[in-house]
């Protein structure tokens, strides 16, 4: 349900002419207000801090042993 949620609210709705059957992008320049703006909402860092229910295939202890681990091989390679 999270990733629902979230698709969602990030999916822009663009506005549609009933009449002519086409539809209208917003300008480059609105665009960019709106990435501009988008770290001063709420929904933003959200976002950011919500944890997922994805998987974690390394995390950062198993990544930085490994680095370490790495490093002590080459130090008594050389």
Do not use: C
């Not at 929904?43 to 002590?72: M, N, P």
């Amino acid at each position: 349900m999270n990733r629902k949620r979230r698709s969602l609210r990030r999916s822009k709705t663009l506005g549609h002419d009933t009449e002519s059957q086409s539809s209208h992008r917003p300008s480059h320049l609105a665009a960019l207000v709106r990435q501009l703006k988008s770290p001063f909402t709420r929904q933003f860092w959200e976002d950011r801090f919500e944890s997922s229910d994805d998987e974690t295939l390394v995390d950062r202890k198993v990544l930085s042993y490994a680095y370490l681990e790495v490093g002590v091989i080459e130090a008594i390679g050389s």
